[in-house]
């Protein structure tokens, strides 16, 4: 089992609906856990840490469920602008050393 | 403006050439790390500082260098025996004990030849 896997989607979604994508981790014991999005060909930029009480901010919401070990997020009305790939990222080692990243999952919002 | 600046942002070498990339910040964070991103993949971790003078190997340090003389600065060293070199390679730092939380520079595609 990969350390960290999303599904690569594309999704493909129209605009103002909701989509969910999870991602799961094999290390139980891992502790930090965050979603960046990153556009075409550009650095990823951080978009939620998710803590273990869940996190929203605005449209977007992110839950942790350290029992399946896997993190999930939630996009509510979908704008054309929220097209990007949403990467995982897992703290697998402990501390600051260093962050797990899936593959990311491709989102296309549909006008 | 506080952040990470990379550069250059385009680097072409042919093929046996060592090549330095650059990452400065002036966020005073504590912790800097360098990942390398192919198409369609993930992130992977270089190599990674928690401290000025010290370092890390990553996942997939062979092949690379680098060095953390000042708080600010992390630069790469891309060698040539490194045998895929081309990629997009990507630094970030991060606050350090408490807050993990890491936050990226613009990035530089290296292509060799």
């Known amino acids: 089992r990969k350390e960290v896997e999303q599904d690569p989607g594309p999704f493909n979604v129209p605009e103002g609906a909701t989509v969910a994508f999870n991602c799961t981790y094999s290390n139980s014991a891992s502790q930090s856990f965050f979603w960046y999005r990153q556009d075409c060909r550009k650095e990823p930029k951080l978009l939620m840490s998710?803590?273990?009480s869940g996190n929203e901010d605005g449209r977007f919401t992110a839950q942790l469920n350290r029992a399946s070990q896997y993190i999930s997020l939630l996009i509510r009305d979908s704008k054309l602008s929220d097209s990007a790939t949403y990467l995982c990222a897992v703290n697998t080692r402990g501390g600051a050393d260093g962050l797990t990243f899936g593959k990311g999952t491709h989102l296309i919002i549909q006008p | 403006d506080g952040g990470i600046t990379q550069s250059p942002k385009y680097l072409f070498r042919k093929e046996g050439q060592n090549v330095t990339l650059s990452c400065e910040q002036n966020?005073?964070?504590?912790?800097m790390y360098w990942y390398r991103q192919d198409p369609g993949q993930g992130l992977r971790l270089i190599y990674y500082?928690?401290?000025?003078?010290?370092?890390q190997k990553g996942d997939i340090a062979e092949g690379y260098s680098v060095s953390r003389e000042k708080k600010e600065s992390f630069p790469l060293t891309v060698t040539s025996a490194q045998k895929n070199p081309t990629a997009f390679y990507l630094c970030?730092?991060?606050?350090?004990?408490?807050?993990?939380?890491?936050?990226f520079g613009p990035g530089t595609r290296l292509t060799v030849t």
């Open positions: 500082s928690q401290i000025v003078n010290d370092f």
């Open positions: 998710v803590y273990s």
């Open positions: 970030a730092s991060s606050a350090g004990t408490g807050s993990y939380e890491q936050y």
């Open positions: 966020l005073n964070h504590d912790a």
